[in-house]
């Protein structure tokens, strides 16, 4: 494949990711949750960027280890959204949409475009979901 082509592929990802991470992020914006458009959309582009520079810097190695990698560092990212209030467990959603969102990067990364879309909407789905009565996050908004 030329050179350009190749190129254009990565810019592809790269946008795909930044943009699929921004609608789970304005999805917790629109709720007013602390993490938002932004931080979501930057943890997809970064995860796609590993991704891509995992496969096309680094041809012939091990690119499952990136992607391990990846899951572990947006980990400590997620434990770090996760708060214990007053008897509560607070921040679970937030965690998790820290999580799908690096996910969704690295399908974007990958080239899994079908599967980073479907994930997307999923996520977008449930995070609109109204939360059940015998929810474990409470507080204000801002808290959570």
């Known amino acids: 494949m030329e050179w350009w082509l190749v190129q254009a592929e990565t810019v592809a990802r790269l946008l795909v990711a930044a943009v699929l991470g921004a609608a789970v992020g304005w999805e917790r914006e629109r709720a007013e949750k ?6 979501l ?3 997809s582009l970064g995860a796609a960027l590993f991704t891509v520079v995992s496969l096309q810097g680094f041809p012939g190695s091990d690119t499952g ?8 560092g947006v980990g400590f990212l997620g434990a770090g959204a996760i708060l ?3 008897g509560t467990v607070v921040g679970l959603t937030t965690a ?5 969102s690096a996910a969704i ?3 974007a990364g990958a080239g899994l475009y079908l599967i980073a879309f479907l994930t997307t909407a999923i996520s977008v789905i ?3 979901l109204p939360r059940s009565s015998n929810s474990h996050e409470e507080g ?3 808290e959570r």
Do not use: F, Y
């Not at 998790?96 to 799908?100: D, H």
């Open 34 to 39: 602390p993490v938002q458009l932004r931080d």
């Open 41 to 43: 959309l930057l943890v």
């Open 65 to 72: 280890r990136v992607a391990a990698q990846v899951v572990t």
């Open 84 to 86: 214990r209030l007053q």
């Open 96 to 100: 998790a949409s820290i999580w799908v």
């Open 105 to 107: 990067g690295l399908a």
């Open 126 to 128: 449930v995070l609109r």
């Open 140 to 142: 204000t908004p801002k």
